[in-house]
């Protein structure tokens, strides 16, 4: 489809392919394998020489369908789904990496993604060094000969820290890696990595892209160069999304930027109360003008996103009740869904690091974490002050 359309425009026709049938809505194709015409035909198709599918561990209609929509949306080359957030991460790693290359990457991303980096690869003869803070230099101080990938999450999960992606580009371009963005809080509605001189984009589309919290599944989008690569993994060792979760999303994609903007106002509208109370010692939310970052963020993203997190003043005990007394809110570590989520990230997300390390990360016993959905902002605001009167 042409590059030409609107991202809306793209988010609800890009990438549908229609059957014999002519359906309007996106088919589900639910099969393992797939006929050929005669044995000739099959040998071209097993050998590359002929496009079309083959077995749905390579490639599904419906999953092609969801590749071609999302590529559309980054504004990318190739895609590659994958079963989840954590297979395309580990697609890429696998893909693209080889023994005795080097990781850069944020000390503030996903923890299963610092988990990857830190003790699976290293079984493998790939190393990692993790850069506290986003100033691009201390990426820079971190890069060495052997470095092939800068790994960032932008805006970080749950302090919403905001790094620059061109400068960091740059900075990993300037050392010969590659720059690798997971694009998770703000998807394509809001930023778009590519278009500021990242290499790679990785999703969890079990967040924000399915937006209504039922399935798993992800992405890695790049060039074809790259994502041929990723590609190559996949089909010999079969983390592939499913047809049916990919059907799901597809959907999904549909409402992505009116939901992403729907929930970021909310977010705004809710972080702009929650500074005003006095219970609360602090608010994290990259669209409020007390946000250190601020203006980059403005620059970078549309919006501010839908993830806020603040400081109620007092410790553990303070932050639980204020959790204990959501009757709305779900008590829950995970986002991205039209229903808003509360989380202590101190004691769950944050809770297997020493207390020490976590003080160092700024992630505090009063700290909070807020994904906005799609309720009214009043019926979150008096969810919350029920527990924050009691502070
Ligand atoms: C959830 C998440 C992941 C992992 O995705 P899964 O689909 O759960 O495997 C990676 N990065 C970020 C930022 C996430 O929030």
């Not at 392919?17 to 097993?46: G, I, K, M, P, W």
């Not at 991303?109 to 986003?134: D, E, H, M, R, Y």
């Not at 500021?196 to 990785?202: C, K, S, T």
Request: overall charge neutral.
């Amino acid at each position: 489809m042409s590059e030409d359309f609107q991202f809306e425009t793209l988010a609800v026709r890009a990438g549908q392919e229609r059957s014999q049938f002519n359906e309007h809505s996106e088919a589900l194709y639910l099969t393992s394998s797939y006929v050929f015409d005669s044995a000739a035909q099959a040998a071209l198709r097993f050998s590359g020489d002929q496009a079309g599918n083959v077995y749905s561990r390579f490639t599904n209609p419906t999953v092609t369908m969801f590749a071609d929509r999302l590529a559309a949306l980054e504004g990318a080359e190739g895609c590659v789904a994958t079963a989840s957030g954590m297979a395309a991460i580990l697609a890429m790693a696998m893909g693209l990496l080889k023994a005795g290359d080097h990781v850069v990457a944020s000390q503030s991303i996903f923890g299963a993604t610092q988990q990857l980096f830190g003790n699976i690869l290293p079984k493998f003869g790939v190393s990692s060094t993790f850069v506290v803070g986003t100033e691009p230099e201390k990426f820079r101080a971190a890069l060495t000969e052997k470095t092939k990938l800068v790994f960032i999450e932008t805006p970080s999960n749950p302090l919403t820290e905001v790094f620059d992606i061109a400068a960091i580009a740059a900075v990993a371009h300037a050392g010969g890696a590659l720059l690798a963005v997971d694009n998770c809080f703000c998807t394509p509605a809001l930023q778009r990595p590519l278009q500021l001189g990242a290499d790679l984009v990785i999703h969890s589309a079990t967040k924000y892209l399915d937006g209504q919290g039922r399935v798993l599944g992800g992405a890695v989008l790049g060039r074809k160069s790259l994502t041929d690569e990723v590609l190559k993994f996949l089909r010999t060792t079969g983390p592939t999304l499913s047809a049916f979760n990919a059907w799901i999303i597809l959907k999904g994609l549909e409402t992505l930027k009116i939901r992403m903007e729907a929930q970021s106002a909310n977010t705004l509208r809710l972080a702009s109360w929650l500074e005003a109370q006095p219970a609360v010692q602090r608010v994290f939310y990259p669209g409020l003008a007390s946000h250190p970052q601020h203006a980059l963020a403005m620059r970078q993203q549309a919006s501010g996103g839908a993830i806020l997190s603040f400081v109620v003043k007092g410790e553990r005990e303070a932050a639980w009740r204020v959790v204990d007394h959501c009757k709305l809110l779900s008590i829950t570590a995970n986002l991205g869904d039209t229903k808003s989520t509360i989380t202590h990230p101190a004691s769950t997300t944050h809770g297997r690091i020493t207390a020490e390390a976590r003080a160092a990360a700024g992630i505090g016993e009063g700290l909070l974490r807020i994904a906005v959905g799609l309720e009214a902002v009043s019926d979150i605001e008096a969810d919350l002050a029920r527990g924050l009167a009691l502070v």
